[in-house]
């Protein structure tokens, strides 16, 4: 079982997201006023503390939601998890669709440190039943 570090949105595309205190995520949707909600299959991004964590102290000074990702997991190796496997946040669905992104064009991080962690460790869900998540929800694998 892991636990949620942070939620984190944006209202534009191509942006570094901010930290918020809850979001609401929406079946078929994803987070509530995001920029990057809609019916496709990458509806809700997730990044591990860990990496997260390994990057700082390269000395990249990054906050929670600058790889753009929605949810900061610590405990669960999100990029080994099989596509289609189903995580549960609070009362929260989630499946996972893809591992990984392909970086078009390179982001601001990639400039300043020479790499970006998004495009190897967060990976994206769809949202099967939606609800409330705050930091310090337990996030695990469905049974």
């Not at 669960?76 to 591992?99: A, M, N, R």
């Not at 962690?117 to 049974?143: K, N, Q, S, T, Y």
Request: glycine share 14%.
């Amino acid at each position: 079982m892991g636990v949620v570090r942070a939620v984190c949105t944006s209202t534009a595309k191509g942006t570094q997201k901010t930290e918020q205190p809850s979001v609401t995520l929406q079946a078929d949707w994803g987070v509530e006023g995001d920029a990057h909600g809609g019916k496709w299959h990458r509806q809700v991004s997730l990044l591990p503390l860990e990496p997260v964590e390994a990057f700082r102290a390269r000395g990249a000074e990054v906050g929670n939601g600058a790889f753009g990702e929605n949810l900061v997991v610590e405990g669960i190796d999100l990029k080994s998890l099989p596509i289609g496997t189903q995580l549960t946040c609070g009362d929260t669905l989630l499946e996972l669709t893809q591992i990984g992104k392909e970086c078009h064009a390179r982001c601001a991080i990639y400039h300043q440190m020479g790499d970006c962690i998004m495009p190897r460790e967060g990976v994206f869900c769809r949202v099967l039943r939606g609800g409330r998540v705050a930091p310090g929800d337990p996030i695990e694998v469905a049974a």
